[in-house]
């Protein structure tokens, strides 16, 4: 309430003789109310503020050989929350479609698979998309990666919402699992 409404409004109640008592009573009891709200407001912010409970940490990718239609995303990601989360999907400018992959040893041979229901990140977890584990597959580039490019992916968590990443593209040159990404 403006300070002028209020000087006009305990003026006006003073010349009415009504008893200061209670006037302090009512005060009192609009200042409860604005302290209520200012609750009310501060637990919609921190609700606010609970859904970046993602955190995600050097996101990056590898300089793709010429003609490769497929590039690798890598990153950890840390849910810093008291309740699971789940990445469900992810998408870039650079890329057709981006997938959730996970490559898996079967005998000798690495073998890898969309996770079509997504990742799983446990409260208080910390996964990590890794060569040779999880990975973001980004299918159908629109042109060569390049050392030092820069890649916006757009992570889509089930409770976190959308999260803006961005791969930092490094050299060719890679762990053995990588050119099993050739399908
Ligand atoms: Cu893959």
């Given at each position: ?55 995600i ?5 590898r ?102 990443v961005?791969l ?16």
């Amino acid at each position: 309430m403006p300070l002028g409404k209020l000087q006009e409004d305990m003026h006006l109640r003073q010349s009415l003789s009504v008893s200061s008592m209670e006037y302090v009573m009512k005060m009192a009891s609009r200042i409860t109310a604005l302290a209520m709200l200012a609750t009310i407001l501060g637990v919609a912010f921190t609700y606010a503020q609970s859904s970046s409970a993602i955190s995600i940490d050097k996101p990056f990718s590898r300089a793709t050989p010429g003609g490769a239609k497929v590039a690798a995303g890598y990153m950890t990601i840390t849910n810093n929350g008291t309740a699971a989360d789940r990445l469900v999907s992810a998408s870039s400018p650079a890329a057709g479609k981006v997938e959730i992959h996970e490559m898996t040893m079967q005998g000798d041979v690495m073998k890898m698979h969309q996770l079509s229901g997504g990742l799983l990140v446990g409260a208080g977890k910390t996964i990590s998309l890794a060569p040779g584990g999880y990975h973001l597959m980004l299918v159908e580039l629109k042109a060569p990666l390049k050392k030092g490019d820069k890649v916006p992916v757009t992570l889509n968590f089930e409770k976190a919402g959308k999260i803006d990443v961005t791969l930092d593209v490094q050299a060719i040159g890679a762990p053995a699992a990588e050119h099993m990404h050739k399908m």
